[in-house]
């Protein structure tokens, strides 16, 4: 660094600089920032300067007035900047690109300059002074940083030459590196790709004062760097042999430098030129530019003793430049950040498949897949590092912060997969789900995304085993799609189990002191200071007690805060288990010499039946679902009033619990093709969707000409209903298709066939051809298309082929559903092929979601709770009448009269039938349905009617899944799961 440049620095803010460069240079960017603000003139006028400017270039010298003149050169870049700038700001206002400078050293000169240009054009700066002794280290912590942080767009380096080493700049990421030192934008400026990498603004700037100058016209023309290296040497270089010039580069000890000067018509000085080199090596009339790294390296140079005046270029006349051209970069940069967010085709590498015949179990269909990396995934669907979090190699969670950087863009096409009434072995909705994205994204090349639940342990090791799809259709892993996942399943274990600990622990106290005890307990003095925690004051303020300080309460409102007075009859909230465990059906609590005498009669849930699941399920931001988990009744006082979670003081515990589990998971299909899992609430006891959040991510994902295809529990008489009635009121998005399952082997069983039970051989009427079978049982399927045509939907009906199912039956299926009035009936053969056997369903399911969606609610919510029920049990079942139980009945009048009676219905019923019956295949008629019981699931948002016996805890069977389920110790691989 120049000796003068200590004094210059302590100067800069005074009115009076000395003389030499770090004047001049203020003064050019003051210069420009004056014609800025008086309008700058017109792009004509600025031409015609800057003609006028090359002539003083050739003339004078940097200090004459005339220099002053070439700031024009510099405000056309800065005004052309901010108008691509407003441009994009139109569509985008809330844009505003931020360009991070990391420098070693408070270099105050580059700052106000680097500052001044951004303000002009409109961009945000913010700059990191690192000591100047900083070391390789901490500035790859800095450049990571800013690597991460999605609000800046531009990353520039004033650091030494020393210091711009190859792991710094192996950090730095190209999409951000505006000046241009990075190995991908250098190699894609040397292969003549400029404009898709970022230009040197130091080296562009050389070029064009060059050219501009009037001095020398670069074709044909001999040019040498003296004592540059790295990138601004290979740029320099590139840059002017791009102009037709003849490049040539030396170090100042090399031994033909003397030679060298000779020849060159045009000599570019990297750095400053030492003394022993005699002046008259510089042939007079050489154009001579001075560089010396001004703006990447942070050092602001003097000149160089005995460079002749005439025919320079001044390094401030470079410098000014180059900051405006990387203010220039920086728009660049922005433009292609905005054109990345915006929707496109995903440049996706799907995964090949080599289907076997016959067909491997699916847990080896899984293991020949290798999966992509979940960030490479990630990547290639548009989402950005700081917005996954990664588990493992093959998984990872989505960040919420998603959503408000896509709020802008359109969504995709909704897509719902149900099914007829299935066989307790299932038909394949989730097959047909993978299948179908499969087909769409691999084959078709539409972006599509499959919205999933996460399975439940019970089924896993109860009877239905993994349910990630199956055959050659699937997610995978599909162990880990099975197994824990990410634990949210877990998460909703542990909150749920928190607060039934929480209300029989107040019961518990609240039975065994007095008043003031309680009180004093429950509000305690801490080193002497005694204050209401913030959920406490929200009581406070629901009771109407306008007081902050605890000393200040009457003794009615100690007793009216201190006191829920909960009724134990009352309590509704259960403890839960993912495990299927029919001893817990019913359990007496309390028990203990310890609980003083209180025991009562309780239960175990399966913990996906749990209102938390459902609550996440359905919310749809961190704050919805902290208030969502608030307001859940647990019970009533002994005044019949609601005691909730936030009565109770633990809704910011359990929003701590559920904190990581509210975010989507991201994994794939066995091609390659995204897939989100997330939550996962039953069909029969809860309203079996998954996320809103999920849902409503990928439809940003996968933009307006994209797919997102989610999928409804069981039947369309449960799943589909609930889908409709509770998830799109809650999220507010419409569907464009239901796309409805059906196997030739569940129409049997509706035409009459014998009894299909898991673990048991099928019987020959399901294995060998009976269209009398198929023709009786299409009923079911026509009246499941029925009660999807209620809600307005147009209805695709995939038959899910099986290998014994004939073309004689398939054909029968189809024509029979077109008839019913589905839009399209497709044979699907994905299990056995992949994507490419669901091609047909996919240009099918393309075609419904462009017919408008005339979509509606079966029910106006604020009909009262016993219409609302009547109207689905006859009109999507097609019961006779209800028949409410005299709980059911005392249920009903005390949920209306504290509020909830203009809540949505979620039906707890049997999915084997759509009657209450099980054993009642078809399509049952002149049924009463019976309404055992009727809870409240106010936080999630709907009525909860128990069907007949419902339970909410299954059992496992006699021979459960877990006889077949092992681990390989040595390679640690799961055998045996489905």
């Not at 809330?94 to 240009?117: C, T």
């Not at 022993?276 to 560089?291: D, F, H, K, Q, R």
Request: charged residues 25%; neutral net charge.
């Amino acid at each position: 660094m120049s000796a003068r440049l200590p004094l210059l620095l302590r100067q800069l803010n005074s009115q009076q600089l000395p003389p030499g460069p770090a004047r001049r240079l203020r003064e050019l960017c003051r210069s420009s920032s004056r014609s800025k603000s008086s309008g700058g003139g017109d792009p004509e006028q600025l031409r015609g300067r800057r003609l006028q400017d090359g002539q003083a270039f050739s003339s004078r010298g940097p200090g004459s007035p005339e220099a002053l003149g070439k700031d024009s050169i510099v405000r056309e870049v800065i005004h052309n900047s901010k108008e691509v700038l407003s441009l994009l700001q139109e569509k985008n206002p809330a844009f505003k690109p931020v360009l991070a400078v990391i420098q070693a050293g408070d270099d105050s000169l580059m700052q106000e300059i680097n500052q001044n240009l951004a303000k002009e054009a409109g961009l945000d700066i913010t700059h990191i002074c690192l000591p100047p002794d900083s070391g390789e280290d901490e500035i790859i912590d800095e450049v990571l940083k800013m690597n991460d942080d999605p609000r800046v767009h531009g990353l520039a380096l004033q650091i030494s030459e020393d210091s711009l080493s190859n792991k710094v700049l192996g950090a730095l990421k190209p999409e951000k590196d505006v000046d241009g030192v990075t190995d991908v934008n250098l190699g894609k400026l040397v292969r003549g790709d400029a404009p898709e990498c970022f230009v040197s603004p130091l080296a562009r700037a050389a070029v064009e004062l060059v050219e501009k100058s009037g001095m020398v016209t670069l074709d044909g023309k001999k040019m040498l760097v003296i004592g540059a290296a790295g990138p601004l040497e290979a740029a320099l270089q590139c840059l002017f042999q791009r102009k037709g010039s003849m490049t040539m580069s030396s170090s100042w000890a090399a031994p033909q430098l003397r030679d060298k000067l000779q020849e060159a018509d045009v000599v570019v000085l990297g750095s400053p030129k030492p003394e022993e080199i005699p002046a008259a090596w510089i042939p007079s009339g050489t154009t001579v530019l001075n560089c010396f790294h001004a703006f990447s390296s942070g050092k602001l140079s003097t000149g160089s003793p005995g460079v002749p005046v005439n025919g320079l270029i001044a390094e401030e006349s470079v410098s000014l430049l180059a900051a405006a051209l990387r203010i220039q970069n920086m728009v660049n940069s922005g433009r292609r950040w905005l054109r990345e967010q915006q929707h496109r085709r995903w440049r996706l590498h799907c995964l090949k498949l080599q289907p076997l015949s016959p067909v491997p179990s699916d847990i080896e269909i899984s293991r020949r897949q290798t999966p992509k990396a979940v960030d490479i995934l990630a990547k290639e669907i548009g989402l950005l590092a700081d917005e996954i979090e990664i588990y493992g190699k093959s998984k990872a969670k989505v960040r919420l912060s998603l959503l408000e950087r896509l709020k802008d863009q359109a969504d995709g096409k909704y897509v719902l997969v149900a099914g007829i009434t299935p066989t307790p072995l299932g038909e394949g909705k989730s097959t047909v789900t993978i299948g179908l994205v499969q087909a769409l994204t691999a084959h078709l090349k539409v972006n599509s995304f499959a919205c999933l639940r996460q399975p439940s342990q019970g089924p896993t090791f109860g009877v239905k085993g993994g349910a990630a799809g199956g055959g050659y259709a699937q997610v995978i892993p599909m162990e880990e799609f099975n197994l824990h996942l990410t634990g949210d399943i877990h998460a909703i274990t542990a909150a749920n189990n928190l607060l039934a600990a929480a209300i029989d622990t107040r019961i518990l106290h609240e039975s065994t002191q007095t008043d003031k005890a309680l009180y004093n307990r429950l509000v305690p003095s801490v080193n002497g200071v005694r204050e209401f925690s913030e959920i406490q004051l929200s009581r406070l303020r629901k009771l109407g007690i306008n007081k902050t300080d605890p000393s200040t309460l009457t003794e009615e409102e100690v007793r009216k805060f201190a006191r829920l007075n909960i009724d134990p009859s009352t309590i509704t909230w259960q403890r839960v288990l993912d495990t299927n465990d029919r001893f817990l059906r019913k359990i007496t609590i309390g028990q203990g010499s310890t609980e003083k005498g209180y025991s009562r009669q309780a239960q175990f849930d399966i913990a996906v039946a749990s209102e938390i699941m459902a609550v996440l399920a359905l919310t749809d931001s961190l704050a919805d679902m902290k208030e969502r988990l608030g307001r859940m009744v647990v019970a009533s006082d002994k005044d019949g009033q609601p005691v909730t979670a936030e009565d109770l003081g633990v809704t910011g515990a359990l929003t701590v619990l559920m904190k990581d589990a509210i975010k989507p998971n991201l994994m794939q299909t066995l091609e390659g093709t995204p897939v989100f899992v997330h939550a996962g609430p039953f069909a029969n006891i809860a309203h079996g969707n998954s996320s809103v959040l999920a849902d409503k991510i990928a439809l940003k994902l996968v933009g307006e000409e994209g797919f997102v295809v989610t999928e409804a529990g069981f039947g369309a008489d449960i799943g589909m209903e609930k889908f409709f009635n509770i998830k799109c009121r809650a999220s507010g998005l419409v569907p464009n298709v239901v796309v409805l399952v059906a196997t030739v082997r569940a129409l049997k069983m509706h035409g009459g066939g014998p009894s299909v039970t898991a673990g048991v051989p099928l019987k020959k009427e399901y294995t060998e051809e009976n269209i009398q079978l198929v023709a009786d049982g299409c009923c079911n399927l026509q009246k499941q298309i029925q009660i999807a045509q209620l809600f307005g939907v147009p209805v695709v009906v995939a038959l899910n082929v099986f290998k014994t199912d004939t073309r004689a039956e398939i054909d029968l299926v189809c024509e029979l559903a077109k008839r019913a009035g589905a839009f399209d009936a497709v044979p699907c053969y994905h299990w056995s092929v992949g994507g490419k056997g669901s091609v047909d369903l996919a240009r099918a399911v393309r075609e419904a979601a462009n017919k408008r969606s005339r979509f509606q609610f079966l029910y106006d919510v604020q009909l009262p709770i016993v219409e609302k029920i009547r109207t689905i049990a006859q009109t999507v079942y097609g019961a006779k009448d209800i028949e409410l139980s005299p709980e059911a009945q005392s249920k009903i009048e005390r949920y209306t009269q504290q509020g909830f009676g203009n809540l949505p219905i979620c039906m707890a019923k049997t999915h084997l039938s759509l009657s209450h019956e099980p054993d009642k295949k078809g399509v049952p008629r002149d049924f009463v349905l019976p309404i055992s019981d009727v809870r409240a699931s106010i936080g999630a948002g709907f009525i909860y009617p128990l069907v007949g016996t419902m339970s909410t805890m299954p059992g496992l069977p006699t021979r459960p899944c877990f006889y077949d389920i092992d681990l390989d110790t040595e390679t640690e691989q799961v055998k045996g799961l489905f």
